[in-house]
């Protein structure tokens, strides 16, 4: 492999290379051309390439996992022990200054919890389910740390998790408060507080507005989606319709696209007003995905262009697309299909112009 003109061998790379001599952003170069484990094998070589790595952790490769999900205990009856992971192996030094102590002292003393969630009075942990290709591994942390020692380990842990990449989420009645992360790292700009993954399914059956306004904040701030983000909200009341509306069309471009499993067409409705009539759809989700709204009375839009229907081989759809009536590149194509069930299918794609 060669860089910036200089050939280079990985086995064994830094002996060959005399690698502690070349300007940092050339061995920035090197090191963003290895993967993880060969990144894990060079820190343990020299203590200045383990400050090195660990100082650029967020711009090399990443220890990948299949999963992560949050459960709770008694779902993870019948694991091995050696499955679990002791909290405090996670442990790392870092400088703990008294003006951020006294701020984790006043969470702690207001008993701020790590996780939102419908958990009974007796349950003390989550459970942090990681999965790979060989093996599950599981992480206990509290619901409310008590003690300092606690919030220690919460935040080494995060900054550990903040530093993987995973495939799939889930979050079903369980998700980290945003809160509670900004009080750990204290806004601190030089660690990107989220989870970096593919998909993510966010299970929002939270009958709490409050919670439920947590767990969009938690998704727009504290996870980095590649992919898609799929939202199951078993609520229809017109409050959750807002918020939610409110999100897609100021913060949607966070995302590259957003699955609802959302039965009712208030939503839906309003998205079709707002990318008709708006003067400004830049923030909106370029990719809207409603999986099975059912009572829709599908008309075409009065302002459709280039429509296709196909109702061939027992298929029922349309296709078409409608311009902003303020901008004429702000155009976006419809696609409706009808299931079996009398259940709606559609997509909202904001097309590139």
């Not at 300007?23 to 920035?28: G, R």
């Not at 998700?175 to 966010?202: A, G, S």
């Not at 989606?225 to 017109?238: G, M, Q």
């Amino acid at each position: 492999m060669q860089i910036l003109g200089i050939k280079f061998k990985f086995f064994p790379i830094f002996s060959q290379l005399k690698m502690l001599y070349l300007p940092t952003e050339v061995q920035l170069d090197v090191l963003k051309c290895l993967n993880f484990n060969q990144l894990f094998d060079i820190k343990q070589t020299n203590l200045y390439l383990l400050n090195l790595i660990n100082k650029f952790e967020g711009e090399l490769a990443r220890q990948e996992f299949i999963q992560i999900a949050l459960v709770d205990h008694y779902m993870l009856v019948g694991l091995h022990p050696s499955e679990f992971i002791e909290p405090e192996s996670g442990i790392f030094e870092f400088t703990l200054l008294d003006q951020l102590k006294n701020k984790w002292q006043a969470a702690i003393d207001k008993s701020i919890p790590l996780f939102l969630h419908y958990f009974e009075p007796n349950r003390e942990c989550i459970c942090i389910a990681i999965v790979n290709e060989k093996c599950h591994s599981v992480l206990k942390l509290p619901i409310i740390p008590k003690n300092i020692k606690e919030m220690i380990i919460v935040r080494c842990w995060l900054e550990k998790l903040f530093n993987c990449a995973f495939g799939y989420a889930s979050f079903y009645k369980n998700i980290f408060n945003p809160e509670m992360i900004n009080i750990l790292f204290d806004d601190d700009k030089t660690i990107p507080l989220q989870f970096n993954i593919k998909r993510v399914i966010l299970w929002s059956n939270y009958t709490v507005t409050k919670i439920f306004e947590s767990a969009l904040k938690f998704s727009l701030n504290h996870l980095s989606i590649s992919e898609s983000l799929s939202i199951n909200l078993d609520a229809t009341s017109e409050q959750y319709t807002d918020i939610l509306f409110n999100t897609l069309i100021n913060e949607g471009n966070k995302f590259p696209k957003i699955s609802l499993n959302f039965q009712t067409t208030s939503l839906y409705n309003l998205i079709v007003k707002y990318v008709t009539t708006s003067k400004d759809c830049s923030k909106i989700v370029p990719f809207i995905h409603f999986d099975r709204i059912s009572a829709i009375n599908f008309k075409l839009n009065e302002r459709a262009e280039k429509i296709e229907i196909d109702q061939s081989n027992g298929n029922n759809s349309t296709k078409y697309q409608i311009v902003n009536i303020h901008n004429p590149k702000a155009r976006f194509e419809f696609y409706n299909r009808e299931g079996y069930d009398g259940s709606f299918y559609i997509q909202i794609r904001k097309i590139k112009v």
